[in-house]
């Protein structure tokens, strides 16, 4: 896709823009052709090797980052906001609170008064258990009735209630504004997410060898073991998305963003050992007693509001994206 800027702007600011999602936003959208700035904390480990081989305008510290975007505003189109903690298992809300809640608030805030597009990584999370639904309706009475199951999902909510309310009010918002609720994302560069990267990453060494893995036993009766139900979408999905809310700055809303199709983990346990030429060794353990009660047997996202926005866009099978996925993994080991 080619850039489309306006008036000189031609800079996107990706916070977050080292991880997992966010380096492969960076990278696409460096490769499209836009002046891209990265926000991230790097820290001791490789993770700056998400970002070998793109061209960067500038890289910055997250404290740096409003400062730096209320003083380059007249050339930054749009904020791709993905920096948060992601991990559902944190326990210190007060960090979760200060990355996930006020971070995107002030970001928010300086796009609104600046004039700058503002896309942001909501999540699958604030569903819940599902029992009041996987449609994205961003309605103040429908938002209202998720009960997110940890502080993740609870930070994530708590933004999109506070946008969708500046909406309603007729207070001050972004020219453009898109709250994208991911599902179960997996893909390249998330080797540093360490037990929060995906299944996919964790089990491909032992069906290379073709040992044994294991799968959570479901403690759900309606579900057998290795039943439980994802959305399983391939990172490259999630960043077509972006790209295409970029180049139609006439879309903004919340959106789900998964391919609509829920699989199981045996399902996905049999597509990596299909992908490394291995015949299936799947074992089952008990779920640790602390995710018991938080845990999600069934995630779907209903794509019905993204299509109506307009994105013809096709989502990668599971078979298609874990081969695709361990191939990628298998060349960077060479």
């Not at 942001?120 to 309706?137: K, L, Q």
């Not at 009735?145 to 009010?169: E, I, M, Q, T």
Request: glycine letters at 10%; charged letters at 25%; one cysteine or more.
């Amino acid at each position: 896709m080619a850039k489309t800027a306006r008036n000189g702007r031609d800079t996107i600011l990706v916070t977050g823009g080292a991880g997992f999602i966010g380096s492969n936003i960076a990278r696409a959208l460096a490769a499209d052709g836009w002046r891209v700035v990265v926000s991230d904390w790097f820290g001791t480990g490789g993770k700056w090797k998400n970002l070998a081989g793109v061209l960067l305008d500038d890289v910055l510290r997250p404290e740096e980052t409003a400062h730096w975007l209320t003083a380059n505003h007249g050339r930054v189109e749009a904020v791709v906001h993905m920096g948060a903690i992601s991990a559902t298992t944190e326990p210190d809300v007060d960090l979760i609170v200060a990355r996930n809640i006020r971070a995107t608030f002030d970001l928010w805030d300086i796009a609104a008064r600046e004039g700058i597009r503002f896309v942001y990584a909501s999540s699958a999370a604030t569903y819940g258990d599902g029992s009041a639904g996987f449609v994205d309706d961003a309605s103040a009475e429908h938002l209202a009735k998720l009960r997110p199951l940890n502080a993740y999902g609870w930070s994530k909510l708590v933004a999109d209630r506070r946008f969708v309310d500046d909406v309603v009010a007729g207070r001050a918002t972004p020219p453009q504004w898109a709250g994208l609720r991911f599902f179960n994302v997996y893909g390249p560069h998330e080797t540093h997410k360490d037990d929060m990267r995906s299944v996919i990453h964790k089990i491909w060494p032992l069906a290379a060898a073709g040992e044994t893995v294991t799968l959570f036993r479901s403690h759900d009766p309606a579900y057998e073991d290795g039943g439980q139900l994802r959305d399983f979408i391939h990172v490259d999905d999630c960043v077509a998305v972006v790209r295409w809310l970029i180049e139609t700055p006439t879309v903004s809303g919340i959106f789900n963003v998964g391919t609509g199709v829920a699989r199981s983990f045996a399902d996905l346990a049999r597509a990596v050992f299909a992908a490394v030429g291995r015949e299936p060794r799947i074992e089952y353990v008990d779920m640790p007693e602390r995710i018991r009660g938080a845990y999600q047997y069934f995630t779907q996202s209903d794509q019905t509001k993204l299509r109506a926005a307009g994105y013809q866009g096709q989502f990668t099978t599971l078979e298609d994206g874990v081969a695709r996925y361990i191939a990628a993994l298998e060349a960077a080991k060479a």
